[in-house]
């Protein structure tokens, strides 16, 4: 693997998500995946008190890039996969108060990781890529933990992949459920004349944090409108929309010892709860306030 070293806060060489981003050189498996740093201050202006904390990219073998936020220098300790039409960023709450290395992806065709052409974001499909990167980003087998669509497509990574990740850990969300990306997206999105408009748009749809989201995950192009970072708002016509994916109860049944993260008031119901005791019984629940701090108690003995 060949690394460079950058002051970019996007890769030099990766599929475009912003209109002034280049275009892929991808890399092929013989010669395993390229990774490029950025050092990301302006990006991470907004935490002052944080950690050291630099963004990173790997060009993977299925073509294009994988980005993902790393805090602190050290090797990670977990990698963490966010909900659909959100980023790496999302993570930034859980990863202050939990104070230990970590990597925070970005998902295939959200923040700043390659789109696909078809725009198949289907958990099953992005296993592969976030293997690879996963693999490169943090080898060893360190424990996923995903929220809602990046729980779906972790049980989809672990279960292909078994020995490239550790423990299994979903918050809010098991197959089938609608987590509250999943209730928004995909969907048709305007164009924005600013982000104020961008954050009354989520805000009408009963997003949570819109104008922080609006925030983080527009991005400007060169008429000065603002657009999504992520593919979801303009999916191709033929592209799949459905990602909630029940069929993977099965590969989640067999996965060992899962833990399921649910928050107070959060979108799984007693029925979903019911389901994952009788269908997955070797794994665990674990009851939360829906806080940062709270989740980064029940991840802080799973990293080491």
């Not at 060949?2 to 280049?22: E, N, R, Y």
């Not at 990774?35 to 050291?52: I, M």
């Amino acid at each position: 693997m060949t690394t460079s070293t950058g002051t970019s806060t996007s890769p030099s060489a990766g599929t475009s998500t912003s209109p002034s981003a280049g275009t892929s050189t991808g890399t092929s498996p013989s010669t395993g995946p390229s990774t490029s740093a950025g050092t990301g201050a302006e990006e991470f202006a907004d935490l002052p008190n944080a950690p050291v904390i630099q963004r990173r990219w790997v060009t993977v073998a299925t073509g294009g890039h994988v980005g993902g936020v790393f805090w602190h220098p050290q090797k990670p300790t977990v990698v963490l996969l966010h909900d659909a039409g959100a980023s790496a960023r999302a993570w930034d709450d859980v990863l202050l108060a939990l104070d230990r290395p970590a990597v925070a992806l970005d998902l295939p065709g959200h923040g700043r990781s390659s789109r696909r052409g078809r725009g198949d974001y289907r958990p099953r499909r992005l296993a592969a890529t976030l293997e690879e990167a996963a693999r490169s980003f943090a080898p060893g087998g360190v424990p996923v933990v995903g929220a809602g669509f990046g729980a779906l497509a972790a049980i989809a990574l672990k279960a292909k992949f078994p020995h490239s990740v550790g423990r299994l850990v979903l918050v809010d969300a098991l197959p089938g459920t609608l987590s509250p990306g999943l209730r928004l997206w995909p969907t048709p999105s305007p164009e924005f004349a600013t982000r104020d408009e961008v954050a009354a748009w989520l805000a009408e749809r009963g997003a949570t944090d819109a104008a922080r989201t609006a925030e983080r995950e527009t991005e400007q192009a060169a008429d000065g409108t603002w657009s999504w970072r992520h593919h979801l708002g303009g999916l191709p016509a033929d592209a799949p929309t459905a990602l909630g994916d029940e069929t993977l109860w099965e590969q989640l049944a067999a996965v060992p010892a899962p833990l399921l993260v649910r928050t107070e008031g959060g979108p799984l119901d007693t029925v979903s709860l019911d389901r994952f005791r009788t269908q997955v019984p070797d794994g665990d629940i674990v009851t939360v306030h829906a806080e940062p701090r709270a989740l980064a108690d029940v991840l802080r003995p799973l990293t080491h």
